[in-house]
């Protein structure tokens, strides 16, 4: 059974910082492209971040561009985001997901596997 195990949120104030990670229990994690998502209260799921299987190419929703970061570190089939400058409208459950097609992370695609999602929650 695929597993995505996401960790690292909580709730912290305006302008402060959380990293999120993601494991991956897949075998092809190091051929695969990861992902970011979200969802707000009352919102539809939102494309956030992606990076390609090698971990050189990365593209960003615009507003979080300049505050966060993803990454892959394949020896450990982890996948982090690191949040700096919180804003409150960045408060959403947070979904990593994979596939083999870097294509399906961006908007208006769909990757295969989805994890679980990690709450954060930023007040202002």
């Known amino acids: 059974q695929v597993q995505l195990v996401e960790s690292g949120g909580g709730e912290v104030q305006t302008g402060g910082s959380l990293r999120l990670s993601c494991v991956s229990s897949?075998?092809?994690?190091?051929?695969?492209?990861m992902g970011w998502f979200r969802q707000a209260p009352g919102k539809e799921r939102e494309f956030v971040a992606a990076?390609?299987?090698?971990?050189?190419?990365?593209y960003y929703e615009d507003s979080v561009k300049g505050r966060f970061t993803i990454s892959k570190d394949n020896t450990k089939n982890t996948v982090y985001l690191q949040m700096n400058n919180l804003k409150p409208e960045d408060t959403a459950v947070y979904y990593c997901?994979?596939?083999?097609?870097?294509?399906?992370?961006?908007?208006?695609?769909?990757?295969?596997?989805w994890g679980q999602g990690t709450r954060v929650t930023v007040s202002s």
């Open positions: 997901a994979e596939d083999d097609s870097f294509r399906k992370m961006l908007p208006g695609d769909l990757p295969h596997y």
């Open positions: 897949l075998r092809t994690f190091g051929k695969d492209a």
């Open positions: 990076v390609s299987w090698t971990g050189s190419s990365t």
